[in-house]
């Protein structure tokens, strides 16, 4: 490590009030993508952070005439952009950091035992919805640069920020953004905007995401929830759901749909290498989720194999009739169920759809019979895992926190696609989320002490891709 | 038609205000039992009204120390038991009106074009809950009594008053009730709580109650919601949900548990033959619930016999994971459906409870992995066809409507069994609800042309009893 890293590690030990602070006014901006809530007044605030921090900042819209109506269905959310050039090397390589500013809704917001959106501090924790994913990343990488501009007026390596406000509901549009702006956003190197800590302190290095297709079915029955004594004459939309999503997956997991798995590549003998490789703390993780087998019974290299590279058909909503307390007899007007299929490398999202479609109708269930809706369908990108960059992130993680680990593939997913296909340079995920963070679920949480090491760990990265 | 009779309807047509009136005051009393809200309010609200009808009138609890806390969940709610001994005839005939107060919980709440607690009147209609089920009939009953006694200072014949507050949650302590109030309720009919006029305006005298066999099953996952990430490697509870459900019964709605018609006892020829001439308006039933063709295409003698003799199994609720807008990505720790069979003679709910049980286990189900709890259940039942009170009834229903239709059975659920059981006397079903009046859906309403006529024949079954 130089002496200016040990001079930027002092100043982010000594600062970390400052970071946690401007982290809380963040998660206090109730910034919900699903609902298009807040996101224009989170990307002025997150603005004025960054401006404070030093960093050239913008507002950028995708349509120019939209300006301050991002919270409008129709139209994009704006994302955030930032710019420091390095005066000393201003020739040199270009980071541009990758971010979100938009949450996952708080439900059930019963099961929080803090206000979601208060960003309340207990001992090492700060709990609140985004206070890992993605606001409490973000932070990291504003702060090593604020950091570095304090101490020495300047950055190592130039730096970009792009944050956008759609992430949670699959960056519908940042293809667009990419598109439009991809001059401004020439870099020659992306670092992903969130990454794991895994339960022994080590930073989860991936080079990879799943791809996402998210459809929404409908059965509809009767034109209104009728008395349920009428389940005799009246046909249950309910019941027709049931069966269609029950032709669609085997109790082991396996999608049913035809051709599902047809386009999928296989693993590439360097990938197999590293992912044969990859620890995975199986009991920590089953004891975690109260579970005492993994789907299928899948052990050992078999259970990371299917993290990293497997394709899922996943049930995250199902509503019909009466869900409250006790008791009431009606046949409901209407069934749905929301299913987000995970995809790997190389499905391709609207064809895996089609085949949703076929799949329905040729087991008997028309269009009337089951509408299905696409949310959103993202494809899943993969870095190569012998990219000079990879090196450089995993060298400057080992200094900070003592060992690191690469990985093939996050299982989750993220719009790498675009950024690989547009800006053509690769992607590596890095952060400072612990694996059991609770991201997505109540009770959300960041650790204190890996935001401090994170911070320091894309400190130790600028300076690294220079060296 | 007697003197008396052309007497008391006159002053029935007179006094249609107070009758709205008084209805919309019960109205305005959320008496939700699926909630266990307001019952014990609306009790001493109900019992005021009885009070100023001339009714003599008690709130009994079911245990003494209990007195003023059946809003608690553990506690049954009062019953409110009125009495009116005729002078003239004290010796002669008891009619039991059978009622309840309670009513179904009011959602989907946005889809009600008016408050649902208002008891809003438009032209012929009173809108809310509870409007016809069963506050509605509940005030035609009364009416009846109280426009007697002012008229006369008397009652043709004895009259009693049962009302209950958990009917729509099937009526868990009426059958202890009945017991303990025994010698009180000591009768030689009752006219049930409820029943329907038809699209030609003749009222359906029902002789019969399906029974409701109530259960919820229940899978669990993970301990908390999870990120669907994980769904390589996790069991998803709503998929478990599905699988359980499709076992249970086939796209015909024929019920796939094993033994669960063994004990369904045939229609009697005379049942039979009332069935078969009963009036079944298909095309105009098929128009209001905006369907074109009944469950597995049963039409005409068919569609009745189903309706009035048939078991079913209905999802009445289904819920798990996200239910809002937009997408959440998430692995449910729950999954739960609500599902209610309606049962026909001499189904035993609680054989058919453990049916269901031995089936789930049967399919590979252990209790671990779909918890099954019955939330309640009451056996069908029904009077004879050729019972002289039936006659009675018809008749009284017949000068006042110009015709009536016989029914074996209704398809709709109520204790019929304990009163049956318990009082060993007839039950005979009438009432003053239009068949499409939205009973436990949005815009309940009743027509006040309906509660007029039902008034009146109530008051005229009083005077035909003891002719």
Redesign the interface.
């Given at each position: 490590m130089t002496m200016l890293n040990e001079i930027i590690n002092k100043t982010i030990d000594v600062e970390m009030e400052g970071l946690v602070s401007d982290l809380q006014t963040l998660i206090q901006c109730p910034s919900v993508?699903?609902?298009r809530e807040g996101l224009v007044e989170c990307a002025k605030i997150l603005s004025d952070i960054m401006c404070n921090a030093g960093i050239k900042t913008e507002i950028l819209y995708l349509y120019n005439n939209y300006s301050g109506s991002g919270d409008k269905k129709d139209i994009p959310p704006p994302v955030v952009y930032g710019e420091v050039r390095s005066k000393s090397n201003p020739n040199g390589p270009t980071i541009l950091f990758y971010n979100h500013y938009d949450v996952?809704?708080e439900?059930?917001i019963d099961?929080w035992e803090v206000d979601p959106f208060s960003g309340k501090v207990e001992g090492n924790y700060v709990f609140g919805r985004g206070s890992a994913d993605d606001k409490g990343e973000l932070i990291t990488r504003i702060k090593a640069v604020e950091y570095y501009l304090k101490n020495t007026g300047d950055v190592p390596c130039n730096v970009k920020f792009i944050i956008e406000g759609e992430e949670?509901?699959?960056s519908i549009h940042i293809e667009d953004y990419l598109e439009k702006y991809r001059q401004k956003l020439d870099c020659d190197v992306v670092i992903w905007e969130f990454g794991y800590i895994d339960a022994n302190d080590r930073p989860i290095i991936s080079l990879g995401m799943?791809g996402?297709l998210?459809v929404e079915l409908t059965a509809r029955?009767?034109?209104?929830?009728?008395?349920?004594?009428?389940?005799?004459?009246?046909?249950?939309p309910?019941?027709?759901?049931?069966?269609a999503?029950?032709t669609m997956?085997d109790?082991n997991?396996k999608i049913l749909i035809k051709d599902w798995y047809k386009d999928v590549r296989d693993f590439t003998p360097e990938e197999i290498d590293i992912v044969s490789n990859e620890p995975f703390d199986e009991q920590g993780?089953k004891k975690e989720?109260?579970?005492n087998k993994?789907?299928n019974d899948?052990r050992g290299v078999e259970?990371i194999k299917?993290?990293v590279g497997?394709p899922?058909?996943?049930?995250?909503?199902?509503?019909?009739?009466?869900?409250?307390?006790?008791?009431?007899?009606?046949?409901?007007a209407i069934?749905?169920a929301?299913l987000?299929f995970?995809l790997v490398p190389n499905m391709v999202p609207e064809k895996q759809f089609e085949r949703i479609k076929i799949h329905l109708r040729e087991n008997g269930f028309s269009d009337h019979d089951i509408e299905v809706k696409l949310?959103?369908g993202e494809a899943a990108a993969r870095t190569p895992v012998n990219d000079p960059f990879v090196k450089q992130v995993k060298e400057s993680a080992n200094e900070v926190f003592g060992t690191s680990i690469i990985s093939v593939s996050?299982?989750?997913?993220g719009p790498m696609h675009p950024f690989v296909k547009v800006l053509g340079v690769p992607c590596i995920s890095i952060g400072s989320t612990y694996i059991f963070a609770?991201?997505?679920?109540?009770n959300e949480f960041s650790r204190i002490d890996l935001l401090n090491k994170m911070t320091k760990c894309i400190a130790n990265i600028m300076n690294k891709v220079v060296a």
């Open positions: 993508s699903a609902k996952q809704p439900d059930p099961l949670e509901i699959g799943k996402l998210y029955g009767p034109r209104r929830d009728a008395h349920s004594s009428l389940a005799v004459l009246i046909e249950n309910a019941w027709r759901l049931v069966r999503l029950n997956r109790k997991g993780f989720y109260g579970i993994f789907l899948v259970a299917a993290y497997m899922t058909c996943n049930i995250a909503g199902l509503a019909s009739g009466y869900t409250n307390e006790g008791a009431k007899t009606i046949l409901p069934a749905t929301k987000d995970r949310i959103h996050s299982a989750g997913t609770r991201i997505h679920s109540p």
